[in-house]
């Protein structure tokens, strides 16, 4: 998962990318309210982990405005130092999923993570307008059609229509279908993409169409067919 982590205490900082590289997750993380909510819409977060105090705000209006302004979707942790009873009611019900009090420890800490990360976990079996991924078998068809792909072919194909509309870098699907310490560069990506556009056939006759960014990374959007033109006969 990509976790986004508003914690202004440095080392804190440290410790968690730490933490979730070595269970195998990618995290950023901000000092204060303004950056955390300035990234938010240009990042491709899973989870957000927010601190209660922040030298610019309080972690509980930045929630407020994550809920009203971005998701009610992405799960939220609060980790605090704060921790009567009244603290964590009020955490709860200004929308975060769950509340950990501080000090953190690690192997809670990742355990909680996944646990939300599971809640969000798509259905194994998607259907995506003419497009069907079966995640469980690792099968993707294409009108009824399997298509035979590699399996990094399957899973950039699957990342790439379930993130469908966010541009996403090539950075980030490198650290998310290779891993973060992948020996490859960022020309393997692009090799994919092209193999699996030409493979399943994305083009705005089949309703998608991946859009290069230049210089950054790839978007799959929804498209329409192009008109076949000509009007009706007179």
Request: glycine letters at 6%; hydrophobic letters at 40%; one cysteine or more.
């Amino acid at each position: 998962m990509r976790i986004g982590i508003v914690e202004d205490d440095l080392a804190l900082q440290e410790l968690y990318k730490l933490w979730f590289a070595t269970a195998q997750h990618s995290c950023a993380c901000y000092g204060t309210a303004k950056s955390f909510l300035e990234a938010l819409p240009k990042e491709n977060f899973d989870l957000l982990i927010v601190d209660w105090m922040l030298p610019d705000s309080s972690g509980e209006q930045a929630l407020k405005w994550i809920r009203a302004n971005y998701s009610w979707e992405i799960p939220v942790i609060f980790v605090t130092a704060r921790d009567s009873e009244m603290d964590i009611v009020s955490a709860l019900r200004a929308g975060a999923d769950d509340y950990v009090v501080k000090p953190a420890k690690y192997l809670e800490l990742v355990a909680r993570v996944e646990a939300l990360g599971r809640r969000i976990k798509p259905p194994s079996v998607l259907q995506i307008g003419v497009y069907e991924i079966n995640q469980d078998s690792r099968q993707l068809r294409l009108r009824g059609k399997e298509i035979e792909l590699t399996q990094k072919e399957f899973e950039l194909a699957c990342y790439l229509f379930l993130n469908s509309g966010k541009l996403l870098s090539r950075v980030r699907l490198l650290e998310q279908l290779w891993g973060l310490n992948a020996d490859v560069d960022t020309r393997t990506v692009d090799t994919h993409v092209s193999r699996i556009r030409r493979k399943l056939s994305i083009a705005p006759e089949n309703g998608w169409q991946i859009v290069p960014v230049y210089g950054y990374g790839y978007r799959m959007e929804r498209a329409e067919a192009p008109d076949s033109g000509g009007g009706p006969a007179t």
